[in-house]
């Protein structure tokens, strides 16, 4: 069975402290994991090594980066590479976030080239697509979102994607409050889903975790999760309200 994820991206948001205190306080509060279902918190580089500390011991429990470096190594001042973040034992690295792509200039390719050396060094990308209002509006949100897919993903073997992780983040969502409605994550997860099966087969694709991202609340996971081809949520804003996150954590299937 396929993974249900609940990831927390805390974004350029929250000091050591918070952070700390952020966990402290989820962690007095009951949540629990079924053993397909993970928690992982997307969490700045300079404490990455820290929370990794603090998560010690919890089963089903990871830390991601919320971007690495698409070079392997070498003079690129202020970058991160996936090998540094290997060395601290990161599990899972945040890649293509619509911040990225608009804000960095991240390209497919580029993308493709990030998914590349993490996977050289054992950590699992998450994998986000979605589209923004503009192409929402003109209905042509499917094929952006295959050209997403195919330009960075389509170069992996079968074995590679297999357990893979795609976020799917329709941008007029992120950070707005106006969440996808049920339908609307269901068949853009559907329709992700067929990408993949069409290329890879029915086993690869159904192996592959889709979560759903942009303003997943408290109050509206259970019903999100609980579409077909929703295997779990990236959180921004909520992940960072201990009470709320513990609710969407036990909103997974
Ligand atoms: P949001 O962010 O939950 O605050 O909408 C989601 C994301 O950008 O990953």
């Keep these: ?10 974004k350029m948001n929250l000091t ?16 629990s994991l079924d053993k397909d279902q993970e928690v992982i918190f997307g969490v700045p580089f300079p404490y990455l090594a820290q929370v990794e500390q603090k998560l010690a011991g919890r089963n089903n429990v990871y830390v991601a980066a919320q971007n690495c470096s698409d070079k ?7 970058e991160v590479s996936a090998e540094m973040l290997q060395s601290i034992a990161v599990d899972y690295v945040i890649i293509g976030h619509s911040e990225r792509r608009e804000y960095f200039n991240e390209s497919h390719t580029m993308l493709a080239g990030k998914i590349n050396l993490c996977l050289e060094h054992g950590i699992k990308p998450i994998f986000c697509c979605g589209e923004p209002l503009a192409v929402r509006e003109a209905g042509t949100q499917n094929s952006y979102v295959e050209t997403q897919l195919t330009e960075s993903l389509f170069h992996l073997t079968a074995a590679q994607l297999t357990g893979f992780v795609i976020a799917y983040e329709p941008i007029w969502a992120i950070g707005t409050g106006k969440t996808a409605s049920n339908e609307q994550a269901q068949e853009m997860h559907a329709h992700i889903r067929s990408i993949m099966a069409n290329q890879y087969g029915a086993d690869v694709a159904g192996s592959i975790s889709i979560l759903y991202g942009g303003s997943v609340k408290a109050n509206n996971a259970k019903d999100i999760f609980g579409q077909p081809d929703v295997d779990g949520g990236l959180v921004g ?13 036990n909103s997974l299937k």
């Design 237 to 249: 804003g909520a992940s960072m309200v201990a009470a709320d996150f513990a609710v969407i954590i």
């Design 16 to 31: 050591l402290q918070q952070a700390e205190e952020l966990l402290d306080e989820l962690h007095s509060i009951p949540y």
């Design 72 to 78: 392997k190594n070498g003079a690129y001042t202020g």
């Design 1 to 10: 069975m396929r993974k249900q994820i609940a990831a927390a991206n805390w």
